[in-house]
């Protein structure tokens, strides 16, 4: 099947969800922000509906069910905000890096992601097959592939699929120093890291696309409620059950 050049691509009826994990609320400037509104830019020219969503802004309760009101919590955010994160083809966690690691926000959306794992769609997969993952860390200290291998692992584990160079970051010098949209950074300018926003962006069209087109993920020894009621999709010793 030939694909359309880059330039007439339309990926109309995809749904992007951003989550920006920074700890700064709204309307405090994110450096993340700045490089998820690069991605966002490529996203949106060729059809996307993109959604951010700064994660502090809202009322996300700590934990790793559903909805965490029935759990002690008064309220969660977190119920309204999965109908959107159900709805959508790709889903990329952006965050910051502090002490070499993710925020805590951004572990605190990944929990949470994690609540719903054991959903099934109606083929009787898990919930998230069919549905890409991208990474973006942004920071001015070194921890850009730590954060994206465990933002990439958690979403993989999930049920996510993941496409090539799916993560993208900027740190600057190691060490205190300027942020990615700070004056004279050099962030907006660095090819490295524009390079790999683009080409993230346009792996995670590309493979929801795919997916997209044909109905989800493939059916066949990955269905949940088969292997509950007994399937062993040819596992080599089905009596240990």
């Given at each position: 099947m030939d694909t359309p050049h880059w330039q007439d691509a339309d990926f109309t009826g995809l749904r992007a969800m951003i989550f920006n994990c920074t700890l700064k609320r709204s309307p405090e400037k994110s450096h993340t922000q700045g490089l998820i509104d690069v991605s966002t830019a490529i996203l949106e020219k060729h059809g996307v509906e993109v959604e951010v969503l700064r994660a502090v802004d809202h009322d996300i309760a700590t934990g790793v069910y559903p909805d965490m009101t029935e759990h002690g919590w008064d309220s969660d955010a977190w119920p309204q905000i999965w109908k959107?994160?159900?709805?959508?083809?790709?889903?990329?966690?952006?965050?910051?890096?502090?002490?070499?690691?993710n925020s805590s926000v951004t572990k605190r959306v990944i929990e949470r992601l994690y609540a719903m794992s054991g959903m099934t769609n109606d083929r009787g997969q898990y919930i998230y097959y069919g549905k890409v993952g991208g990474a973006i860390v942004t920071g001015n200290e070194d921890g850009i592939k730590h954060c994206a291998s465990n933002i990439l692992y958690s979403l993989q584990h999930l049920g996510c699929s993941i496409p090539p160079n799916a993560d993208a970051g900027w740190i600057g010098e190691a060490g205190p120093g300027p942020s990615y949209l700070d004056a004279g950074s050099g962030g907006p300018q660095n090819e490295f890291t524009q390079r790999n926003t683009t080409?993230?962006?346009?792996?995670?069209?590309?493979?929801?696309?795919?997916?997209?087109?044909?109905?989800?993920?493939?059916?066949?020894?990955?269905?949940?409620?088969?292997?509950?009621?007994?399937?062993?999709?040819?596992h080599p010793n089905p009596e240990y059950r």
């Amino acid at each position: 099947m030939d694909t359309p050049h880059w330039q007439d691509a339309d990926f109309t009826g995809l749904r992007a969800m951003i989550f920006n994990c920074t700890l700064k609320r709204s309307p405090e400037k994110s450096h993340t922000q700045g490089l998820i509104d690069v991605s966002t830019a490529i996203l949106e020219k060729h059809g996307v509906e993109v959604e951010v969503l700064r994660a502090v802004d809202h009322d996300i309760a700590t934990g790793v069910y559903p909805d965490m009101t029935e759990h002690g919590w008064d309220s969660d955010a977190w119920p309204q905000i999965w109908k959107r994160v159900q709805a959508s083809d790709i889903i990329v966690i952006a965050g910051p890096i502090w002490l070499g690691d993710n925020s805590s926000v951004t572990k605190r959306v990944i929990e949470r992601l994690y609540a719903m794992s054991g959903m099934t769609n109606d083929r009787g997969q898990y919930i998230y097959y069919g549905k890409v993952g991208g990474a973006i860390v942004t920071g001015n200290e070194d921890g850009i592939k730590h954060c994206a291998s465990n933002i990439l692992y958690s979403l993989q584990h999930l049920g996510c699929s993941i496409p090539p160079n799916a993560d993208a970051g900027w740190i600057g010098e190691a060490g205190p120093g300027p942020s990615y949209l700070d004056a004279g950074s050099g962030g907006p300018q660095n090819e490295f890291t524009q390079r790999n926003t683009t080409f993230m962006t346009w792996n995670l069209m590309h493979l929801a696309w795919l997916l997209k087109q044909g109905g989800g993920f493939p059916a066949g020894g990955n269905e949940r409620v088969e292997w509950d009621r007994g399937t062993s999709f040819d596992h080599p010793n089905p009596e240990y059950r």
